[in-house]
């Protein structure tokens, strides 16, 4: 019998925190689902993160109507995610921001992402039908970008690797507080999925380095005060380093995936167990770390059936995977069973079919305040995505 996901019996309501991290700064929490993040200038609000649906986006919409009748004319996705971006079109805002890579994910993946999780959290996309199709960016930069709302200058920044290819945060200098998306967490489990573990660490370095007072992370509490701020980046290190060393060192033997899983249930299960979207996210974390321990550099988008199986149905459709720079085959007889077996929904749509590539973990040589690419808009950050149905 296969396996359902953790997150497909989560049925029950969340309770929202509207949080003030800053001067006219809050954060928009519930209980380890996906937060927002409001920035309100002198004549207009950026708000970070659009939620799964409009129909999320509204709940947004109505606390920032508690502090502010500003108008919402700018929306800041730190990356692809479906979770993060569907809901964007209940903001009317006229313009929508990501990095480069975040719009290529979005191109390559989106809609695959959207079909995936929609089968996966049911919770958070009822009012479904109210999405109008893929969220496509209006502007995109390579790696900074400043956007000022009358005098407050808001700064957008690719520091790195770490959840997915093509993260952003969000620093507003005058309060020094940082909207980091799912780069950190707090007391909810990272997603890896889409991750790159080599990075992960060189990025939570960079946010570190800003020394900030507050942070609005991916899922989870507002961390207001260093102290807090700090044990939440050094939590997420560990979470992330706890999931890839046992898997890392199980590839290095030549093991399989199954005992992958039990080193890293082994490592994690101890500390993590409580957290939001733990089992959610385990399958996919470690199927994930065993490919990238392995040589398989980027997640690759897998078939577009969100119920896609793995094993020997994923060989006779796709092929046999790749062979990874190491010499290991992609993906062992055993494995193959165990993936089809254990891990519903299975990463190997995602990671099985990924193209081999340099080992990751490089440093970029840069402080992050350094100059960096510059900002995309209008047809150069726009496409006509295609309508979901």
Same mark, same amino acid.
């Given at each position: ?18 949080? /003030? ?9 519930? &209980? ?16 970070? /993160? ?6 999320? *986006?509204?709940?947004? !919409? ?9 108008? !919402? ?35 390559? +993946?989106?809609? /695959? ?9 049911? =919770?958070?996309? &009822?009012?479904?039908?109210? !999405? ?82 507050? !942070? *609005? ?23 992330? /380093? ?63 059936? @969100? ?5 020997? =149905? ?34 190997? @749509? ?7 590539? *340099? ?7 840069? +402080? ?22």
């Amino acid at each position: 019998m296969s396996k359902t996901f953790a997150s497909r019996g989560d049925m029950s309501e969340k309770t929202v925190s509207f949080t /003030e991290v800053g001067c006219g700064l809050w954060a928009f929490t519930a &209980e380890g689902d996906p937060n927002s993040g409001v920035i309100i200038g002198d004549d207009a609000v950026m708000v970070v /993160e659009a939620q799964a649906t409009p129909r999320l *986006a509204r709940q947004v !919409i109505a606390r920032i109507r508690e502090v502010t009748d500003k108008p !919402i004319t700018h929306l800041a996705l730190t990356h692809y995610h479906a979770v993060r971006v569907l809901g964007a079109a209940a903001y009317g805002a006229d313009q929508i921001i990501m990095s480069d890579t975040a719009r290529a994910m979005v191109a390559e +993946r989106g809609q /695959e992402d959207w079909d995936s999780e929609f089968q996966r959290f049911p =919770r958070l996309f &009822e009012g479904h039908e109210s !999405i109008p199709g893929l969220t496509w960016p209006t502007t995109t930069f390579s790696d900074r970008m400043t956007v000022y709302l009358g005098n407050r200058r808001v700064d957008l920044m690719h520091l790195g690797r770490a959840h997915t290819a093509g993260d952003i945060v969000i620093h507003v200098p005058d309060e020094n507080v940082m909207f980091t998306g799912d780069i950190v967490e707090y007391h909810s489990a990272c997603y890896c999925g889409d991750g790159h573990f080599g990075d992960w660490g060189d990025t939570l370095d960079e946010i570190a380095w800003f020394d900030v007072d507050a !942070i *609005a992370p991916g899922r989870g509490d507002a961390l207001v005060g260093r102290e807090m701020v700090n044990a939440a980046i050094e939590n997420t290190r560990d979470f992330v /380093e706890s999931t890839y060393a046992p898997a890392a060192r199980v590839a290095a033997r030549g093991g399989t995936l199954k005992e992958a899983w039990d080193a890293v249930r082994a490592a994690c299960d101890p500390k993590f167990a409580d957290y939001a979207i733990y089992e959610h996210c385990l399958p996919f974390n470690v199927a994930r770390a065993y490919d990238e321990a392995r040589g398989i550099d980027t997640p690759a988008s897998g078939p577009p059936s @969100a119920t896609a199986r793995c094993g020997r =149905r994923c060989r006779a459709e796709h092929g046999p995977p790749p062979r990874a720079r190491n010499g290991h085959a992609g993906q062992r007889g055993d494995d193959a069973d165990f993936r089809k077996s254990a891990l519903p929904l299975c990463p190997l @749509a995602r990671s099985g079919r990924a193209r081999a590539g *340099a080992p990751s973990g490089r440093r970029r040589g840069r +402080r992050p305040g350094g100059a960096g690419g510059g900002a995309r808009s209008g047809a150069a950050g726009r496409a006509a995505g295609p309508a979901r149905r």
